[in-house]
């Protein structure tokens, strides 16, 4: 619970920081009203910017391998073999099952998500803001919707361990009243 926090915490903080970084850079919302004033900023901070983007992109890929092994081992170790258990003894597990069906897509999504926005945020990376400030900032705009996505995602997961704990907590109160 305390590394969901964690994450989910470093996430907001990330995007935080990023919107305040780049609308210091940038107040326009697309290249088409970028004045020559803010092309001149970006071409003037474009070492700065790319350097932070490279420790948000590392530390993001850090995250990614991490919490997708909790999530992974979530279903595989805890929801899966639970399920299969349930099933062998021919109880009624269909509301854990039907979680854990939205929550193995919910998985694949996040894998998806976070696949679309690693890409989007590399490619950004490689061009040059000095000689193209125009095109690295949609390009970076692109990113960080990108990466709401992936939050979002990430809070689909959450909200699905919680309708797990929820099922599990209601089979276990009807399973025990059954043995009385």
Not at 58 to 64: F, K, S
Not at 110 to 117: C, G, L, S
Request: aromatic share 8%; charged share 25%; hydrophobic share 35%.
């Amino acid at each position: 619970m305390v590394n969901k926090k964690r994450f989910s915490i470093f996430l907001t903080t990330t995007l935080l920081i990023g919107a305040v970084f780049i609308s210091s850079t940038v107040l326009a919302e697309d290249s088409s009203t970028i004045t020559d004033l803010q092309l001149v900023q970006i071409r003037a901070r474009c070492s700065e910017v790319k350097s932070t983007l490279g420790r948000v992109h590392a530390n993001d890929a850090l995250l990614r391998v991490n919490r997708g092994q909790l999530y992974e081992r979530l279903s595989t170790k805890l929801a899966v073999p639970l399920n299969s258990r349930i099933a062998v003894n021919r109880l009624d597990g269909n509301s854990l099952l039907t979680v854990t069906s939205k929550y193995d897509q919910d998985l694949n999504d996040f894998r998806t998500h976070y696949q679309a926005y690693e890409e989007q945020l590399s490619s950004t990376m490689k061009i040059d803001c000095v000689n193209q400030p125009a095109k690295f900032y949609d390009n970076l705009q692109i990113a960080r919707e990108k990466r709401q996505v992936v939050y979002e995602s990430t809070q689909k997961l959450a909200a699905d361990i919680g309708e797990y704990k929820q099922a599990f907590t209601e089979f276990a109160r009807s399973y025990r009243e059954k043995k009385s």
